[in-house]
């Protein structure tokens, strides 16, 4: 059978009703949305000509991974794919420069502490890691410095966990993160005990899901920022460790180009500079943060 079926006015009708496209409550993008998901889920197991039995197990593995929903996104390509339709769009609207965009993941804990001057990231000891030196600026499209700017910044530990969620139960609430308040010049700097790159939890939905896929739930050594000042776009992007094995195969897709520093590594130290160039906002909007739901501490 082809996808033809799908096409057929008793699967139509079908779609219609369970959008509520009849009805004159409602959502009517949402309806939009929902009758062009269904159809289009529909169309795949005709496609593929899944089995009652494999359907029910895809709703298991949804229902069963639904709480690793935010590292299920990024194996799957999908949260890349948000920032090279972001991209895409700015390319469109005649919006480029500044530092590339790549994905926030799912592990960010607002409010972390706000900080001033050389900020010490590490509440922890960590005692094996190095201490990571990271320093540079953050300036906008003319160059000029970024003054008021408040810079987020959370990583893993050199075990590859983050706190707030950390099975290990070990580390001190917001350990390896900061907001830190730049100064007029627009320079920063921390540091921190060097993280590990990050893995999946073993035999979890997404380590299912990567194995079954013959793939791995690995990531490179990485640090996340989110950048705002007012008069500018909210950045939100990270750096990757270049000398790590897994720099060119992240299972998360958020190495970019540009975003791939390789760390100067001296005995006990390693030193990271990396300037920041942020655009310029075109709306209030874009000065604030996406709307997506991220974790607070309890
Ligand atoms: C991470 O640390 C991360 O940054 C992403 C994108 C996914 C899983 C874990
Ligand atoms: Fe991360």
Same mark, same amino acid.
Request: glycine share 12%.
């Given at each position: 059978m082809?996808?033809?079926?799908?096409?057929?006015?008793q699967?139509?009708? @079908?779609?219609?009703?369970a959008a509520?496209?009849?009805e004159?409550?409602?959502?009517?993008?949402?309806?939009?949305?929902?009758?062009? =998901?269904?159809e289009? @889920?529909? +169309?795949?197991?005709?496609?593929?000509?899944?089995?009652?039995?494999?359907?029910w =197990?895809a709703?298991?593995?949804l229902?069963?991974?639904?709480?690793?929903?935010?590292?299920?996104?990024?194996g799957?390509?999908?949260?890349?794919f948000?920032?090279?339709?972001m991209?895409?769009?700015?390319?469109? +609207?005649?919006?480029s420069?500044?530092?590339?965009?790549?994905?926030?993941?799912?592990?960010?804990?607002? %409010?972390?502490?706000?900080?001033?001057?050389? +900020?010490?990231l590490?509440?922890?000891?960590?005692?094996d890691?190095?201490?990571?030196?990271?320093?540079?600026?953050?300036?906008?499209?003319?160059?000029e410095?970024?003054?008021?700017?408040?810079?987020?910044?959370?990583h893993?530990?050199?075990?590859?966990?983050?706190?707030?969620?950390?099975?290990?139960?070990?580390?001190t609430?917001f350990?390896?993160?900061?907001?830190?308040?730049?100064?007029?010049d627009?320079r920063?700097?921390?540091?921190?005990?060097?993280?590990?790159?990050?893995?999946?939890?073993?035999?979890?939905?997404? %380590?299912?899901?990567?194995?079954a896929?013959?793939?791995?739930?690995?990531?490179?050594?990485?640090v996340?920022?989110?950048i705002?000042?007012?008069?500018y776009r909210?950045?939100?992007?990270?750096?990757n460790?270049?000398?790590?094995?897994?720099?060119?195969?992240?299972?998360?897709?958020?190495?970019r180009?540009? =975003? =791939?520093?390789?760390?100067?590594?001296?005995?006990?130290?390693?030193?990271?500079?990396?300037?920041?160039?942020?655009?310029? +906002?075109?709306?209030?909007?874009?000065?604030?943060?996406?709307a997506?739901?991220?974790?607070?501490?309890?």
């Open positions: 082809d996808t033809s079926f799908v096409k057929t006015p699967i139509q009708q @079908l779609l219609d009703k509520g496209l009849q004159s409550g409602g959502n009517p993008r949402l309806k939009a949305i929902v009758r062009d =998901l269904t289009a @889920l529909m +169309a795949l197991i005709v496609r593929h000509d899944i089995s009652e039995s494999e359907f =197990l709703m298991k593995f229902g069963e991974g639904a709480g690793e929903i935010g590292l299920i996104v990024p799957s390509g999908l949260e890349h948000l920032d090279l339709y991209d895409a769009k700015d390319a469109e +609207a005649g919006r420069g500044g530092t590339p965009r790549t994905i926030e993941g799912p592990l960010y804990v607002a %409010d972390a502490p706000l900080v001033e001057g050389n +900020a010490d590490s509440s922890d000891p960590d005692p890691a190095q201490v990571l030196h990271m320093t540079g600026t953050v300036t906008g499209p003319e160059g410095p970024v003054g008021d700017a408040i810079v987020h910044v959370w893993a530990n050199s075990k590859g966990w983050y706190s707030h969620f950390d099975p290990t139960g070990e580390q609430p350990n390896n993160r900061r907001r830190i308040k730049l100064a007029p627009g920063y700097a921390f540091h921190s005990r060097m993280p590990s790159g990050y893995s999946v939890p073993p035999g979890g939905a997404t %380590d299912q899901l990567m194995q896929l013959g793939r791995h739930g690995s990531r490179p050594a990485h996340h920022f989110f705002e000042a007012p008069g909210t950045l939100t992007t990270q750096i460790f270049g000398d790590d094995p897994f720099a060119a195969d992240d299972f998360a897709f958020g190495t180009e540009g =975003l =791939l520093p390789v760390p100067s590594r001296q005995g006990d130290s390693a030193y990271i500079a990396f300037d920041f160039q942020l655009q310029r +906002a075109a709306t209030a909007a874009e000065q604030g943060f996406s997506r739901s991220r974790a607070e501490a309890g």
